[in-house]
C-alpha cells in the first residue's frame, strides 16, 4: 500500500458526460501528480500541484482540469468525454520536487 | 527538455537468466533517477532510485548505477524470477529546472517459467 488513495477505482460514463477523480496523497506529501496511461500513449504526464498551486502542466486538454485544495488532496475534472479519453488515470504525489513519487492504484475511466 | 529513453521491449526470458533493461536520460540539470515496475492491474511502485552520479540503487536483487558520463540507469539482475513480470519504467525528476517526473516509455519483461 503506497498510502496514496483515489476513488473511484472504476468509472463507465457516456460521452459527453463530466466525471471528477480524486486523490488522496501521502501523510506529509505537498506535491499532486497526475498522469494518464493508455495502452497506445504510455504514462503521460498531465499536471502538477504543489502545496495548493500548479506547479508545471503537461500535456492536459482544455477540457481538463484539476486543483488541490487546502487539506492538499486533489481533483482532476474531465469533461465533455470522448471515447479517446479512455484511460488509466493516477495520482501520485511526493514531499518535494525530485524526492519519489508514490503512485496511487488508479482510476479506470471507460467512456462509451 | 528533459527525457527518457528506454528499450521498449517486450522482453521475453527464461526464469534465472540475466536482466538488463536500458535506460539513458537528456537533462540540463542534475536530476535524481527512478526505476518504477508496474504489475500486471496494478500501478506503479518504486523500485531503487539514484540521487546522485556514481551512486547504485538496488532492491529485490535489482540494481542500476546511476552514470553521468554515459547518461545511463540501467536496470539489471541476475537471476529472474516468473514473478518479475512486469512493465519497468525508467524516470527522472530534475529539481533544479522544477521538472515534474519524467518517466521513459516502458519496458514489458516476461519471464517464462
Known amino acids: 500500500d503506497s498510502g496514496v488513495t483515489q476513488t473511484p477505482k472504476h468509472l463507465i460514463t457516456a460521452t459527453g458526460q463530466r466525471v471528477t477523480l480524486r486523490c488522496s496523497p501521502r501523510?506529509?506529501?505537498?506535491?499532486v501528480y497526475w498522469y494518464q496511461q493508455s495502452l497506445d500513449q504510455g504514462l503521460q504526464f498531465l499536471i502538477q500541484?504543489?502545496?495548493?498551486?500548479?506547479?508545471a502542466k503537461g500535456n492536459i486538454l482544455e477540457r481538463f482540469s484539476a486543483q488541490q485544495f487546502p487539506d492538499l488532496h486533489s481533483e482532476l475534472n474531465l469533461s465533455s468525454l470522448e471515447l479517446g479519453d479512455s484511460a488509466l488515470y493516477f495520482c501520485?504525489?511526493?514531499?518535494?520536487?525530485?524526492?519519489?513519487?508514490?503512485f496511487g492504484q488508479g482510476t479506470r475511466l471507460t467512456v462509451v | 527538455g528533459d527525457s527518457v529513453t528506454q528499450m521498449e521491449g517486450p522482453v521475453t526470458l527464461s526464469e534465472e537468466a540475466f536482466l538488463t533493461i536500458n535506460c539513458t536520460y537528456t537533462?540540463?540539470?542534475?536530476?535524481?533517477l527512478f526505476w518504477y515496475v508496474q504489475y500486471p492491474g496494478e500501478g506503479l511502485q518504486l523500485l531503487l532510485k539514484?540521487?546522485?552520479?556514481?551512486d547504485k540503487g538496488s532492491n529485490k536483487g535489482f540494481e542500476a548505477t546511476y552514470r553521468k558520463e554515459t547518461t545511463s540507469f540501467h536496470l539489471e539482475k541476475g537471476s529472474v524470477q516468473v514473478s518479475d513480470s512486469a512493465v519497468y519504467f525508467c524516470?527522472?525528476?530534475?529539481?533544479?529546472?522544477?521538472?515534474?517526473?519524467?518517466f521513459g516509455p516502458g519496458t514489458r519483461l516476461s519471464v517464462l517459467p
Open positions: 537533462a540540463t540539470g542534475y536530476p535524481s
Open positions: 539514484a540521487t546522485k552520479a556514481d
Open positions: 501520485a504525489s511526493s514531499v518535494d520536487y525530485n524526492t519519489e513519487a508514490f
Open positions: 501523510s506529509g506529501d505537498l506535491s
Open positions: 500541484y504543489y502545496n495548493g498551486e500548479e506547479r
Open positions: 524516470a527522472l525528476s530534475d529539481m533544479n529546472y522544477g521538472q515534474n517526473f519524467v
